[in-house]
């Protein structure tokens, strides 16, 4: 992300150096980065009932909560199309206990990619645009199961009581999106955004990278979402 943000920054300086040019003055020029909170409607259904399977508690349907970062630049040579890239990440946790152990689930989905974007020419003083991100994301579950108290004398025994689980999965994204972007200040724009995440390929790995066999195909992190976000840069629309 370190990189993506110093590429975007030094390509800005450049368009903005030239942005006194009229020809730059009959589309939207500029760019720039910042926060990007976003909640994706995820579907829970497939670890559901596996947790209902074990009489362990479920997971609300409301979603994930994600937080990020992203920025863009309109390249200048291609009226109304700009590029820049983000990255994202959240988690929902579940803790509970019974007459075994006490028990803690984490869901994650995290991912990172390119964004391409299309500004709409008829549309004044702001930004509506449509376009993809293309990159690569990631579903993790984490069961952590504590029957005792740590004691270093047997702590790497089976016989400590205690455990963790990791599942996880890395697949393609692609997710079409529409952003509008309102400046409020010709260096500070507001974002409102939708879009839904896709994911292709890759296969389900346990700990230390070993296989699973038997994965429902609906467990996947596939789901509309919705994005706020605060840039700061230089814009024109």
């Keep these: 992300m370190k990189t993506i943000f110093i590429i975007l920054l030094v390509i800005m300086s450049v368009q903005i150096s030239f942005s006194q040019s009229q020809k730059f003055f009959d589309a939207p020029f500029g760019g720039g980065g910042g926060f990007t909170p976003s909640f994706y ?3 829970f ?23 990020g970062g992203g920025g863009y630049i309109y390249i ?15 988690m929902v946790s579940n803790s509970f206990s019974n007459s075994v152990a006490n028990y803690q689930f984490d869901y994650s989905i995290g991912g990172g990619g390119v964004t391409i974007e299309y500004t709409l020419p008829f549309v004044k003083d702001f930004g509506v645009s449509l376009g993809t991100i293309i990159g690569a994301s990631s579903l993790t579950m984490e069961v952590f199961q504590n029957s005792q108290t740590y004691n270093w004398d047997n702590i790497f025994s089976s016989a400590s009581g205690n455990s963790l689980l990791r599942i996880s999965k ?6 079409p999106t529409l952003n509008v972007d309102y400046p409020i200040y010709r260096f500070v724009a507001l974002r409102l955004g939708a879009g839904y995440h896709f994911t292709f390929g890759g296969d389900w790995k346990a700990n230390n990278n070993q296989n699973i066999i038997n994965v429902p195909d609906n467990l996947n992190s596939k789901s509309f979402f919705v994005q706020l976000g605060i840039f700061g840069g230089f814009f024109s629309f």
Aim: aromatic letters at 18%; zero cysteines.
């Design 76 to 90: 200048g040579f291609i009226k109304y199309l700009r590029i820049g890239g983000l990255g994202f990440g959240g």
């Design 45 to 67: 259904d497939a670890i559901n009932s596996k947790l209902a399977e074990n009489s362990f508690p479920e997971f609300s349907s409301k979603g994930i909560f994600t937080t």
């Design 170 to 175: 890395t697949s393609w994204m692609l997710s």
């Design 41 to 43: 409607f995820t579907n």
